[in-house]
């Protein structure tokens, strides 16, 4: 199969980009410019999910939770160093964030912390989206951790999951972002699982069949989430963060808001119904074929218990 001489330019500029990784991962060790030993970060939040599940919302729910200085970081890669992962986006391909978020920084910010002269933070959030939980937990990544991140007093791994019935009817209405070099929505970051194999592999993990979350993992529903404060509470309690509720009619600006509403409801997220996508998509070839992979159901089941009317789309 021949390449195209653009593809041949990217892999180049990528290899010549590890390798100055390297160098500057080495640099740092052997300078020792941070002090291993300084906790940077009191609270860390690593969140794993699907895009479309409710992550943002979540995360943004999250933050407004905790009292202080809070940072987040959207769609790491994993195995790279969020932070310079981050300032490179920005000042080589120019994607600078929105000024009116609230995880804004400017690039010199983001240049200090890929080098190690971290600020302190009540709260670290970095989120993984459509990841292989294996690529994101390996070794490799956790020896650099430190380097990376900074030290941790304490460390949360969440993952988000929602009902695939909705989640995937979303991942259908939603669109690419334009200017961005985007895949399909039923696309994921991996070469090894589709949409539904990777839910699957997720699922598994919420339920410790699987365990490559070391840190206090905690398995988020995104439906029990949205609806129930008692839940909420719950989940305030387990973070150790004092529970006030704001965010929760949040519409995330990162996370595009709704792929049926848009931002409609900003103000009002608690109107939408969430629960009930999957109906627009019952008849539609392409939704039915997803749910023909093993273990869609059975872990749908587990999860999220019985959704009336489902039933037909594995008839």
């Known amino acids: 199969m021949e390449i195209s001489k653009k593809r041949v330019s990217y892999l180049l500029k990528r290899v010549n980009q590890k390798v100055s990784h390297v160098f500057e991962d080495y640099a740092r060790v052997v300078s020792k410019n941070s002090d291993p030993h300084a906790v940077v970060n009191r609270k860390e939040i690593r969140v794993l999910g699907l895009r ?6 979540i995360i943004n ?30 000042v080589i391909l120019g994607r600078k964030l929105d000024e009116s978020l609230w995880n804004y920084r400017e690039p010199n910010w983001w240049k200090s912390e890929k080098e190690g002269d971290f600020s302190v933070k009540d709260c670290l959030l970095y989120s993984y989206e459509d990841q292989e939980i294996e690529k994101v937990t390996k070794a490799s990544f956790e020896r650099k951790h430190d380097l990376y991140l900074g030290k ?15 989640l995937f009817a979303s991942r259908l209405q939603s ?11 039923l696309e994921v970051y991996s070469r090894r699982y589709s949409l539904p194999e990777l839910w699957v592999s997720y699922a598994k993990e919420c339920l410790d069949e699987t365990s490559f979350l070391k840190n206090n993992k905690l398995f988020v ?11 909420r509470k719950e989940l305030s309690a387990q973070l150790q963060v004092k529970f006030t509720d704001d965010g929760l009619n949040d ?43 093993d273990g869609v159901r059975e872990y749908a089941t587990q999860l999220f218990g019985h959704i009336p009317g489902t039933e037909v789309l594995f008839s």
């Open 61 to 90: 729910w999250i933050a407004k939770q905790v009292q202080g200085e809070v940072m987040f970081i959207n769609h790491v890669k994993p195995l790279e160093n969020p932070y310079r992962d981050q300032y490179e986006s920005q």
């Open 52 to 57: 479309r599940s409710g992550n943002h919302a």
């Open 221 to 231: 529903n995104y439906n029990k989430w949205f609806f129930d404060i008692d839940y």
């Open 251 to 293: 519409i995330s600006v990162s996370g595009r808001g709704s792929s049926f509403d848009g931002d409609k409801y900003a103000g009002e997220a608690h109107k939408m119904d969430v629960l009930n996508r999957w109906k627009l998509f019952a008849d539609n070839p392409r939704y039915q074929e997803l749910f023909k992979t």
């Open 175 to 185: 669109k690419p972002r334009e200017d961005r070099p985007n895949f399909s929505m």
């Open 152 to 166: 941790s007093d304490k460390r949360f791994d969440i993952i988000v999951m929602r009902d695939p019935f909705n």
